[in-house]
Nanobody, 124 residues
Framework: QVHLVESGGGFVQAGGSLRLSCAAS????????MGWFRQAPGKEREWVAT????????YYTDSVKGRFTISSDNAQNVVYLQMNSLKPEDTAIYYC?????????????????WGQGTQVTVSS
């Protein structure tokens, strides 16, 4: 079992920044990687970014490349999502999730454990 808790969401004006945190506990040492997803009102949950534990490789969806950065503090079992140059279209509930194997990193059905989500609201 892996337990995930997100924090750091909030309200920010367009162009601003936020840093989300995802604290992990449980058998995190045996998982493959962690991803961030987001879900805007009336839309499906979409993949944002993933970090692979073994070598720290990171992947991003095109809409956030150059603006968002996923990183980790392995000693603390925390993964961060630094979000810069935020846009109103980034408004969503952001979720972290853990996966146990490689594959389609953007596929939410391949992530086994999920946090409860944290709201990010970007005003124009």
């Amino acid at each position: 079992q892996v337990h995930l808790v997100e924090s750091g969401g909030g309200f920010v004006q367009a162009g601003g920044s936020l840093r989300l945190s995802c604290a992990a506990s449980g058998r995190t040492f045996s998982t493959y990687g962690m991803g961030w997803f987001r879900q805007a009102p009336g839309k499906e949950r979409e993949w944002v970014a993933t970090m692979i534990w073994s070598d720290g490789t990171t992947y991003y969806t095109d809409s956030v490349k150059g603006r968002f950065t996923i990183s980790s503090d392995n000693a603390q079992n925390v993964v961060y999502l630094q979000m810069n140059s935020l846009k109103p279209e980034d408004t969503a509930i952001y979720y972290c999730a853990v996966r146990d194997y490689s594959g389609g990193l953007w596929r939410r059905d391949e992530y086994e454990y999920w946090g409860q989500g944290t709201q990010v609201t970007v005003s124009s």
